[in-house]
């Protein structure tokens, strides 16, 4: 698809700060927004299980657009999942309510990467209905603001391929690690050019950026992340770009949100295959401050804890202006720390929204009356 094809943008407030263009005020989206702590994504969901939304478009265009109706938005985010990725690969994954995903027949040796795995299967054809979404959703903003699409990445998909299900410990995937390192690599790079096809026709269908979910590096040790994650993340980046230069298509920019990967952070930063980095709530000024210098064209998002949703107005608006005021207001999108909770007010994200801009734009007035 070509952008003239798509209504004109209105907002490209999130574009150009990935750009370190002037902005009026700092952009902001939240992880999750589209989901279970809205009451019109709740009369949905008692209506249709959950990949039943993810696989029709009509359903899953109308959950990404509920929260920008409902709040002053400056991107939108595709509602998919990640785990869409092992059932193309020929996986079965449920959602079990009250418990999260559940693969019931899990990978638990090698060989179970050459009989529960299909490598013939192709993103184009088993997530075309994610691309109709795409193309859907970004038709019916109408131009409101920019649509953002999104993948697990390898090792975060890997993990759940082996337990299972959600873990603490990641044990068993990680045995995988110390005990099949071969196989482990060919899980990753089988993965990683997957993702590679998924977000250049998520791309091609529609969305102006990119996200890519790392979630699971608190179990990894700095060596496991250099070896089983960071090189993934890289080949995925420029991956994407190549397929997508040799389509002629337009380049988007790419956010890594590699959460708990606070020793692989300036890795990712250095590498300069990443527009945007993603920082989970326990980044310090300090880390900010180093990655800006070791990579001064960098766009950071982030990073506030979904906990504080929790807090007073008054205490909210505390926690805003302290996290604008470590971040400053060039090259940055706010952002949650991580995915917003399931019983979060729907008026305190409407006053974390509001609180954003109001501070921001306050800030940005007063840097240019002194100047």
Known sequence: MSSNDFPPLKNDLILRAC??????RVPIWIMRQAGRYLPEYKA???????????????????????????YDLDAAIIFSDILVIPQALGMDVEMVPNEGPCFPQPLKVPEDLNTKIDRTRKASI?????????????????????????SGAPWTLMSYMIEGKASTTMSKAKRWLY????????????????IIDHLVEQISAGAQLVQLFESHCACLTPDLFNRFSLPYLCQIAKGVRD?????????????????????????????????VISLDWTITSTNIDLLRKANSTLTLQG??????LYASKENLEKFVRQMLEIFGTKRYIANLGHGI????????????????????KEMNDNNTNKS
């Open 19 to 24: 750009r370190g263009e002037p902005i009026e």
């Open 44 to 70: 949905i969901s008692a209506q249709h299980p959950f990949f039943e939304v993810c696989r029709t478009p009509t359903l899953a265009c109308e959950v990404t657009l509920q929260p920008v109706r409902r």
């Open 126 to 150: 088993e997530l075309k209905y994610v691309y109709e979404a795409i193309t859907l959703t970004r038709r019916t903003l109408d131009g409101q603001c920019p649509l953002i699409g999104f």
């Open 179 to 194: 005990s099949y390192e071969n196989e482990s690599h060919d899980l990753l790079n089988l993965l990683a050019n997957f």
């Open 243 to 275: 397929e997508l230069s040799k389509r002629q298509i337009s380049s988007v920019p790419i956010i890594v949100f590699a959460k708990d990967a606070h020793f692989g952070l300036q890795d990712l930063a250095k590498s300069g295959l990443f527009d």
């Open 303 to 308: 990073n506030l804890d979904p906990c504080a």
């Open 341 to 360: 909770y399931p019983d979060i007010s729907v008026d305190n994200v409407k006053w974390f929204i509001d609180a954003v801009h109001l501070i921001s």
